[in-house]
């Protein structure tokens, strides 16, 4: 981690005492955290004027304000307003705009919330904020509604319930622990958490989803490290969204991760006028290989209020990953997701390879415009599945067998549920069938 004659500088300007040590110190970046505009001018050497001053401090009533000390020299203070830094942490008035569709909660997280702190929205999984707070506000949060908002910080009565819900809701195995940061917390704090998280049976993974690695990366300390590795399987999803956020002290932060035995995944957001383009796409997914970061998801932004600004159409997403799919290394290559409105979680969005299909073929496009034909075999005996997987030729018996039932498209498909459509509720047609000359029975679909 080298401390650059521009932190030098900063630095400097945060106190003319200050030392690399300070610099490198988490604690001491927190503390001097900027948290309003005259300090973020001082320490950038910039100056707005009266009245794009006013604006901006209007939207910082929204949301609040606050950088560590480390993210601002990442800027580029000679051409600031284009630097994809300072659109990330630094408010603009776009964040006063309010479209028709935009919505404070649009992925319904409090919805599906069972307990204070807990989203349960898909079978086996649960998203777990015990943070409200972060070292950096992206201006692009999609929690604005509840981040940095001192009514909504976790307690620890807050917490325990969300562990005994865990405790008492056998089929989630796999937690995430979000917020908020969740690493804003002491060591000894997450110390506990992941503790009790991890004395739960059926608990099989943990991940962490944390921005501390790009924003504040002093802050993965060797004793967070210890504390961390006691836990595995541990999974770190962190969200890098530039190739300027990878940097000396990051890429450090990102080894001591990764030598600890902690699998990596980064999630970006698409975001206007920051990274929506292939080749600053490229060369991020590039870097984040390089440092063992695996491109996880890539989001489309969402409709929370106040992002309007960063929003791109769907095409952008959909450019950006036919510029990678084929072109560089799988592993590389992130899923592009929207998250959809209304809390039905994230959908995948891919550029279509599929040309035409047969009986027998699947032709088939390739990343070049390469058309191809796949041959599929005349002859394939289906095994019929009827559930019971002790009778069956394939190899997995019933006590490893995951017990599920099927849903949605893949109910659909599965040989031994006899349901052959998914009807939204309160539909028309089927609400028009109460005829008295139908059987009940013919009624139903
Ligand atoms: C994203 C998310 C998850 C995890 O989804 P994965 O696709 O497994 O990464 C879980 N719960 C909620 C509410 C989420 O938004």
């Excluded at 988490?26 to 309003?36: A, F, P, Y």
């Excluded at 800027?75 to 569709?101: C, M, T, V, W």
């Amino acid at each position: 981690m080298i401390y650059t004659e521009k932190q030098k500088t900063i630095g400097k300007r945060v106190h003319p005492d200050t030392v690399s040590s300070n610099w490198k110190d988490w604690k001491w970046q927190l503390k001097h955290s900027v948290k309003d505009i005259e300090t973020f001018e001082k320490l950038l050497g910039i100056n707005f004027g009266s009245e794009e001053r006013m604006e901006l401090e209007e939207t910082l009533e929204k949301f609040p304000l606050s950088v560590p000390p480390y993210y601002i020299s990442l800027i580029d203070e000679n051409d600031y307003r284009n630097d994809p830094i300072y659109k990330q942490a630094f408010p603009s008035s776009g964040e006063l705009i309010i479209n028709e569709h935009d919505m404070s909660d649009p992925l319904a997280e409090d919805k599906d919330s069972p307990v204070p702190g807990i989203t349960h929205r898909y079978p086996d999984r649960v998203l777990f904020t015990i943070s409200n707070i972060c070292s950096m506000y992206c201006r692009h949060c999609t929690r604005k509604r509840k981040v940095g908002d001192q009514d909504f910080i976790p307690n620890k009565k807050v917490i325990q319930q969300g562990i005994e819900y865990i405790k008492s809701t056998p089929q989630v195995r796999d937690v995430l622990l979000s917020g908020g940061d969740p690493l804003m917390l002491s060591d000894q704090y997450l110390d506990w958490i992941l503790s009790e998280i991890r004395s739960i049976d059926h608990v099989e993974i943990i991940r962490i989803g944390s921005r501390m690695p790009v924003v504040l990366p002093y802050r993965i300390t060797d004793s967070l490290i210890d504390v961390l590795k006691k836990y595995h399987p541990l999974w770190v999803n962190t969200h890098f969204n530039h190739p300027h956020e990878i940097t000396s002290s990051s890429k450090t932060a990102l080894r001591k991760l990764a030598d600890a035995g902690i699998p990596l995944g980064n999630q970006s957001v698409l975001l206007a006028g920051v990274n929506d383009c292939p080749r600053i796409m490229k060369s991020l997914v590039h870097k984040l290989v390089a440092n063992r970061v695996r491109p996880y998801y890539l989001y489309q932004c969402d409709l929370s209020e106040g992002l309007a600004h960063f929003r791109t159409p769907v095409g952008k997403g959909m450019e950006i990953i036919e510029s990678l799919i084929g072109h560089t290394s799988g592993l590389a290559v992130p899923t592009y997701v929207i998250d959809a409105p209304g809390g039905g979680g994230k959908i995948p969005i891919m550029p279509n390879y599929i040309v035409s299909w047969s009986t027998n073929k699947v032709i088939l496009r390739n990343y070049e415009g390469v058309i191809t034909t796949y041959k599929e075999p005349d002859e394939y005996e289906p095994t019929f599945c009827d559930r019971n997987c002790e009778r069956c030729d394939l190899q997995l018996k019933l006590e490893e067998g995951d017990e599920y039932k099927s849903t949605g498209i893949a109910q659909l498909l599965s040989d031994n549920d006899n349901n052959i459509s998914l009807i939204p509720e309160n539909n028309e047609r089927l609400g028009r069938r109460n005829y008295e000359n139908v059987e009940d029975e013919d009624n139903k679909q």
